[in-house]
């Protein structure tokens, strides 16, 4: 059974700084993982998508780094704005016959001006 | 703007009673799905189809029943709401199940008392 862990949980930041949110699963065989993005109240906004041939996807300020291996990514901020403040959740998507999507809890990030 | 399109926003709704929650996306993708999402538990995969016409069971289906008769429109019925149904439902899509993209729509409060 897949297991997706993002640690911490929370992570407040002063605004400029660069940061990195960590995303961890349990079995190696995937066939992409995906990064999101919930503002309080509001749904999923799609950042990322990593298919498992794939190393790394960047967006703007964000890069993605997938190592199926390790069971690891990481979601990689430049400069980090207040705008930026929402909570981060990492999805991974399994083999199988039923392709299964397993969320991450996610982590809370905070970026004070 | 492209996208899927969820109704109602939020509804406080009897126990007992029968519920419909509606979900439109305009982007043409073959899969559809729908998860709850509750404080400490996550996203939680409830029903999702594959294309127009197919239906599945995901991890949370019990009193939850769904229906695609066509591309872009993919209802969740509750037939007797129970409280322990309280929470907010997410409608989602992507062009295919096995590595599309998830895209999710704003959401859909739902109160049961």
């Known amino acids: 059974k897949q297991e997706v862990t993002q640690i911490p949980a929370a992570l407040s930041v002063p605004e400029g700084e660069n940061l990195v949110l960590n995303c961890s699963f349990t079995d190696s065989a995937i066939y992409n993982l995906q990064w999101f993005r919930q503002d309080p109240g509001k749904g999923l906004t799609s950042l990322l998508l990593i298919q498992s041939s794939q190393r790394e996807q960047t967006s703007g300020r964000l890069n993605a780094s997938l190592d199926k291996s390790s069971g690891r990514s990481t979601l990689y901020i430049a400069a980090s704005q207040p705008g930026d403040s929402a909570t981060y959740l990492c999805a991974v998507r399994s083999g199988g016959s039923n392709y299964k999507l397993t969320f991450g809890k996610g982590t809370l990030l905070t970026v004070n001006p | 703007i492209a996208g899927i399109t969820q109704a109602p926003t939020s509804q406080i709704l009897a126990a007992g009673r029968r519920m419909t929650l509606r979900c439109t996306q305009d982007m043409r993708h073959n899969a559809m799905y729908w998860y709850r999402q509750d404080l400490g538990l996550g996203l939680r995969l409830i029903h999702y189809?594959?294309?127009?016409?197919?239906?599945g069971k995901g991890e949370v289906p019990d009193g939850y029943s769904v229906s695609r008769a066509n591309t872009d429109d993919f209802p969740l019925t509750l037939a007797s709401a129970v409280p322990s149904q309280t929470s907010v439902y997410f409608c989602a899509s992507s062009e295919r199940r096995q590595t599309g993209e998830l895209f999710f729509g704003e959401g859909s409060r739902l109160t049961v008392l």
């Open positions: 189809s594959n294309t127009a016409g197919t239906t």
